[in-house]
């Protein structure tokens, strides 16, 4: 890729050289306090434009559609920076524990664990992350990962409500928590 490149600045500097360059003077004949200008790379004219075809370049649909593929271990990827952010101890990410919490509970990039979910999940609570706290307390009442305990669902539900959670309000009202 650099040879091509390489190559073809040389062949566009070399015409560049060789060429006169636009005619910078106008309608003004002869005038002798005219200063010169020295060539510069963005003094180009049309026709000294390299051939972009032999460099293989998308067109914006072949460009938009090429991004929004996703490498195959993107989950795996994103899984363990999370785990990696959120296992690091010198500082406090909660949304980093509850976004690995969710690789784990929907088995994202890593196998599905519920009750490793859970740990992550009550670890970002402990740091005041709202919805930690709500998928805390809805893991507790359904059992996912755990035997049902309904008196930390109530828990972590309630820590949830008092942080103005809405969901966790529903949850609350609905199951008269």
Request: net charge neutral; glycine share 6%; charged share 30%.
């Amino acid at each position: 890729m650099f040879k091509v490149l390489n190559n073809c600045f040389k062949k566009y500097s070399q015409v560049t050289s060789s060429s006169s360059g636009p005619n910078l003077s106008g309608n003004i004949k002869n005038n002798s306090m005219q200063k010169s200008h020295p060539k510069r790379a963005d003094n180009i004219d049309a026709c000294v434009f390299p051939d972009l075809e032999s460099f293989g370049y998308m067109t914006l649909t072949d460009a938009t559609k090429q991004a929004r593929i996703s490498p195959p271990n993107k989950d795996k990827i994103v899984a363990e920076l999370f785990k990696e952010v959120a296992d690091d101890e010198a500082n406090d990410f909660p949304a980093a524990k509850v976004r690995y919490g969710d690789c784990l509970y929907h088995g994202k990039g890593v196998d599905q664990k519920f009750s490793e979910a859970l740990k992550y999940f009550e670890k970002a609570a402990e740091d005041d992350f709202k919805v930690a706290m709500y998928n805390a307390g809805s893991m507790y009442y359904d059992g996912f990962g755990c035997t049902k305990d309904i008196e930390k669902t109530k828990y972590y539900m309630k820590l949830a409500t008092y942080n103005n959670y809405e969901a966790a309000i529903k949850f609350c009202k609905e199951h008269n928590l």
